[in-house]
């Protein structure tokens, strides 16, 4: 097999082209044996012109006659691509609980089910179809169900968020699973190649109740409003769980449970140091969600080609290194998006950014991060860094109203140190409306100075960034875990039959990540049982 790279066309160049198009570069007569598209790109970087990139795998006769001809200078011979094995158990087990239905319960359930182990997810929030329903009332009328949200149900945060598909962990057999089990749960077949792929919320709305139907359809079960809430251990080994269900506190024997909960968990965070399950704290980002005008991004981007249908909605990945020895960043941009209220807690206020497939909608918003650490926390208890994000949340529930209206500041207000009267010309998109504020009340000292700095270095990558109409929304602390549950090599907690997983689990930062998490722990598991 050769791989092909750097295959330059003109911009809004038609994928069914490309095959006609790679054999008169490569110079060839003979057909393709075979012929896929690895990935796709676009190149707006200069104004005169853009490109469409390819890098394409192909199989031909005489391939190392094409390699030392010297028609194409990219091309190089590569390995068909590895497949996880199928995994299939042979002999009677307990079945192994899943806490958590994201995307590394999801798949840890998905492998688990097609392995014949017939796992038991319990999912403290509700199916998707309900779910919305609690989340959109709550945008509405300022009414939160702790237990139904943004952050807890069927397919955790990722349900309500741009569906970001890019992770920086290695692409292999278990990466390649998460996005072939995505497509054949409804997902766009071009998230296989596209070099930015996406799902949105309405998309993700569909996978996550598909991949269910799979899960149940192999054995598994799903049991929604089922809250973990204690742990039974005897000899460091896991004994039973407790678990809270709509008709009260039920005991189930357990001895394989894989801990999927989330970053935002806490009451299970509290409980399982409580229990004496390995907690360290871990670094996290605190900021707000900015936003611009999606034309300012896509000018700034796209220079003379925004606009062009094959484009779409720009997006920007900024970060700064600052002489106050401070690091910020971007996280999770949402072109064409909006900012929610995603609260998990009673009188605590979270921000977060959401996007459906077709960003379409007026502004872009994006996370903008100050990297936080211990030395921030005020303590070396375990679970000191969710203290400091519970205090910020409450600053900013206050600041708000007490109501869920959210704090927000003109960019040209925050950069001149004084408060927002008004917003200006970028109206605030946050569901639950905002007050205009001084953020300033909101962060301790050094983290305000730090968003000062970082928006105009920001404005020198990305000109625009620094607008003074721009918004800033407080606040955003879930960036991801304030705790890493401690694990060996194969997965396990020194508490023997916990495997803790995924984002909360301090493990993973994306839906990619997490849901290949998942899939590993489970492995893991697999091999124990085994």
């Known amino acids: 097999m050769l791989r092909v790279s750097n295959l330059k066309f003109p911009l809004g160049f038609a994928d069914e082209d490309l095959a006609a198009a790679t054999a008169k570069i490569l110079k060839l007569e003979q057909p393709f044996r075979s012929f896929k598209i ?14 469409t990139i390819y890098t394409i795998d192909i199989e031909i006769d005489k391939e190392d006659d094409l390699l030392s001809s010297g028609v194409w200078g990219f091309i190089e011979k590569v390995s068909p691509s590895e497949k996880l094995p199928r995994i299939i158990n042979t002999k009677p087990v307990e079945r192994p609980i899943i806490v958590g239905s994201g995307p590394a319960g999801m798949f840890a359930g998905l492998v688990l089910a097609e392995a014949g182990l017939c796992p038991l ?6 199916a998707v179809p309900e779910r919305q329903k609690d989340v959109e009332h709550f945008w509405r009328r300022r009414e939160l169900n702790p237990e139904s949200n943004v952050q807890f149900g069927e397919g955790g945060a990722g349900t309500f968020s741009d569906g970001k598909l890019m992770s920086g962990i290695k692409k292999d057999a278990v990466t390649a699973k998460v996005f072939e089990e995505l497509v054949a749960a409804g997902a766009p077949e071009d998230i296989l190649y596209l070099a ?46 407790k678990v809270m269900t709509p008709s009260g506190m039920v005991e189930m024997p357990c001895s394989k449970l894989i801990l999927a909960i989330g970053h935002s968990a806490r009451d299970t965070f509290e409980m399982l140091y409580k229990r004496q399950l390995p907690l360290v704290q871990k670094a996290f980002s605190v900021g707000a969600r900015i936003e611009h005008h999606q034309s300012t991004i896509n000018q700034a981007l796209q220079h003379d080609f925004a606009g062009h249908p094959a484009l779409g ?25 909006v900012v929610v209220a995603a609260a998990s807690e009673c009188g605590r206020l979270v921000t977060n950014g ?7 909608k007026q502004n872009a918003n994006s996370a903008l991060l100050v990297g936080v650490s211990s030395a921030d926390f005020g303590g070396d208890h375990p679970l000191q860094g969710m203290y400091f994000q519970r205090k910020l949340e409450e600053t900013a529930f206050a600041l708000g109203g007490k109501n869920y209206q959210a704090p927000a500041q003109k960019v040209g207000d925050l950069l001149k140190q004084r408060p927002s009267k008004a917003l200006g010309a970028v109206t605030p998109s946050y569901s639950c409306g905002v007050v205009p504020s001084d953020l300033s009340r909101l962060f301790p000292e050094e983290i305000t100075e730090t968003l000062r700095l970082a928006i105009v270095e920001m404005d ?21 875990s304030p705790v890493r549950m401690l694990r060996d090599n194969n997965n396990q907690s020194p508490i023997k039959g916990i495997y803790p997983s995924g984002e909360g689990a301090g493990y993973a930062g994306g839906i990619v990540s997490a849901a290949a998490d998942g899939i590993k722990t489970a492995l893991n598991l697999y091999a124990e049982v085994e």
């Open 354 to 360: 959401m996007s459906y497939y077709a960003r379409n």
């Open 196 to 241: 930015k792929p996406h799902l949105g919320t309405d998309k993700l709305y569909h996978i996550v109740q598909n991949i269910r139907a799979k899960i149940v359809s192999l054995g598994g079960e799903y049991r929604f409003e089922h809250r973990l809430d204690d742990i039974i251990v005897k000899d460091d080994k896991l004994r039973a769980i």
């Open 460 to 480: 020198k990558k990305l000109h625009g960034f620094a607008d003074e109409e721009a918004t800033l929304t407080g606040i955003e602390t879930r960036s991801s």
């Open 121 to 126: 997810i319990l999912e403290r929030g509700k």
């Open 38 to 51: 690895i990935r796709k790109a676009t190149d707006t970087r200069s104004r005169r012109a853009a490109w």
């Open 313 to 337: 909605a720009a997006d920007y990945k900024l970060s700064v290194h600052l002489p106050n020895g401070r690091s910020a960043y971007t996280f999770c941009m949402c072109p064409g998006g």
